[in-house]
């Protein structure tokens, strides 16, 4: 994740303050509203790690067939990140 945790936390409550100023929504509960809104930016945020990840598994996967084919990992890790974008409809 290219941002810190704590730095999102922050833009989390940042974000319900600005929300709740600019009367975009309503809450009594301001905490609970900030926690909700810090899961959602982290779920989005971690998106490419996990993604990432699963070109990883997929390519550990065919590490054999790539070695003897003399396939270039770099350029499988680019195409294989790019059909899980396409299938995810992930914005990166």
């Known amino acids: 994740m290219v941002l810190s945790k704590e730095y999102v936390s922050y833009l989390a409550r940042e974000l319900t303050k600005k929300l ?3 009367q975009f929504i309503e809450t009594a509960k301001t ?4 926690e909700k809104v810090h899961a959602a930016m982290l779920e989005e945020l971690t998106l490419e790690d996990r ?3 699963e070109v990883r598994i997929i390519l550990d996967t065919y590490s054999d067939e ?6 270039n990992y770099q350029e499988m890790f ?3 990140k790019g059909e899980l ?3 995810y409809k992930a914005v990166l």
Not at 31 to 34: I, N
Not at 66 to 71: I, L, V
Request: no cysteine; aromatic share 0%; charged share 30%.
């Open 20 to 22: 709740i100023a600019g």
């Open 31 to 34: 905490p609970a509203v900030t």
């Open 51 to 53: 993604i990432n990840d």
């Open 66 to 71: 790539m070695r003897k084919t003399g396939a």
């Open 78 to 80: 680019k195409k294989v």
């Open 85 to 87: 974008v396409r299938k």
